[in-house]
């Protein structure tokens, strides 16, 4: 065994992917919400805010998603939801003393692209024309290969979209049969080639490694035939088997899944793959190529991780739209109900659909930046007011993070070294006092295998 291999097997254990902190599950169930309405309106949002929309809606249901989504083949649904974002856009608008200026603007799913592009315009132009936008604003949405059409794409390009996200997850027929996700490769190389066509500067593939019936040869089938479209980004993702909390993943055979060695060889193979074809380890599942701006970002530190994963953009406010869908502000995080019928039930009676939140602490701020920057840049200063808590709580596992060869440490901080940077998100838990001090999380899995 390599040692690797070893480190691979050692570190394969539950760990939040970071997208916040603290992470979801140490929130709590019922927000406050007067207080988090005056944050809102505390928020100062002139400086550049992002802005997700959840677009639930799937034809079908791919058994391995854990997303909140909504199955169902009756596109009357789009016009109710589309009414509903505006509600809750005005909502949030009342609150806002001044004109929003949107940096970053993201459609994620469900599918967005269930929408019609016609019903996409009129979902998105009341709210673009709310808001100022920035001269360098981001936007980017996530598209089926199978029903991403050029009119979806040409049509979101006049509003303002460079960048798209396509879910390949994997091309062999077998695994998409298992996982309900028929998609011809010849689907994803026409939607891509017609993003670029239309002038589209960043297309990504989104890759899951770990699924029911994947293999050596599978997965090495499906990285070359990418690789053939060079698509600029490349999230190569963990499949995150969470049947307690996602029920269509209830439907798999347990014995077709791969075993927890079988699986680190799929990642360490398609790895592989991707750094010979001249991709770069951005970090925590996501690769680039050297031309892209979020593998430019990380080289010059503005690397970013939000709710919308690793971004160029470094707002501090996100507002989140949609059933389920999560805001962050300075003060804290909130999460929109969960089902379409309490999620309506809200905006109907012109309110936020906030449900669950938390506020976060000056502590919580200084570990949370400790937790980006190790993200982000590989490497962490500490505020000296942090020494002792650092020294109670994190330094057993930064010792045995660093004796494994993962970080480097100094008294002011830690470096993450070349090996470490396929462990990222246990390098992060080391700063996850949350984690740290929680028996229950210690008693019951409550986050997907790191690797």
């Known amino acids: ?64 998603c854990g997303c909140n989504k ?16 505006h509600r809750e856009w005005n909502a949030y608008r009342s609150l806002m003393v001044e004109t929003p200026v949107i940096g970053e603007l993201h459609l994620g799913g469900g599918t967005p692209t269930f929408f019609s592009p016609a019903n996409l315009e009129k979902l998105l132009l009341p709210i673009l024309d709310s808001a100022d936008i920035l001269n360098n604003a981001e936007f980017s949405f996530e598209g089926h290969p199978n029903n991403t059409t050029r009119e979806h794409l040409q049509k979101l390009y006049e509003l303002g979209f ?20 028929i998609q011809p490769f010849e689907n994803v190389a026409r939607a891509t080639d017609a993003a670029r066509e239309i002038g589209y500067r960043s297309v990504n593939f989104d890759l899951i490694y770990g699924l029911p019936s994947q293999t050596q040869e599978s997965i090495i089938k499906t990285i070359s035939q990418v690789i053939t479209l060079m698509p600029d980004r490349i999230a190569f993702y963990s499949y995150a088997h969470v049947p307690w909390t996602s029920r269509g993943q209830r439907l798999f055979d347990e014995n077709d899944l791969p075993t927890a060695s079988e699986k680190l060889q799929l990642y360490t193979t398609g790895k592989e793959l991707l750094l010979a074809a001249g991709y770069r380890d951005i970090g925590m599942d996501h690769f680039a190529l050297p031309h892209d701006d979020l593998f430019l970002a990380r080289e010059e530190g503005r690397l970013n991780r939000t709710f919308m994963g690793y ?25 929109n109900e969960k089902t379409i019928h309490d999620y ?50 994190s330094a057993p596992v ?21 090996t470490g940077k396929s462990f990222i998100r246990n390098i992060c838990s080391a700063f996850d006092l949350h984690l740290i001090k929680s028996k229950a999380a210690s008693q019951r899995q409550v986050f997907s295998s790191a690797i």
């Not at 993962?406 to 901080?413: C, E, M, N």
């Open 344 to 393: 309506y039930g809200a905006v109907n009676r012109n309110r936020l659909a906030v449900k669950k939140g938390y506020f976060t602490t000056e502590e919580d701020k200084r570990f949370g930046k400790y937790i980006r920057e190790i993200a982000c840049q590989g490497r962490a200063s500490f505020d000296p007011v942090d020494l002792e808590l650092i020294q109670t709580y």
């Open 1 to 64: 065994m390599t040692s690797i291999q070893h480190l691979l097997e050692k570190y394969n254990v539950p760990a939040p992917r970071y997208t916040s902190y603290p992470t979801v599950p140490f929130w709590n169930e019922k927000i406050d919400t007067e207080r988090w309405l005056y944050l809102v309106a505390a928020t100062n949002i002139r400086d550049g805010i992002s802005l997700y929309i959840h677009l639930p809606f799937c034809e079908s249901l791919c058994t391995y």
């Open 70 to 85: 909504k199955i169902t083949s009756n596109h009357s649904v789009e016009a109710e939801y589309i009414d509903a974002i």
């Open 162 to 181: 460079r960048r798209v996200s396509y879910g390949v997850q994997d091309n062999d027929p077998n695994v998409q049969r298992i996982i309900n996700r």
């Open 311 to 335: 971004t160029t953009q470094n707002a501090e406010t996100l507002i989140g739209l949609g059933v389920s869908a999560i805001s962050s502000l300075p003060g804290g995080y909130a999460q």
């Open 398 to 418: 930064l010792d045995a993070l660093e004796k494994d060869g993962l970080i480097v440490q100094t008294k002011s901080g830690v470096t993450v070294t070349g």
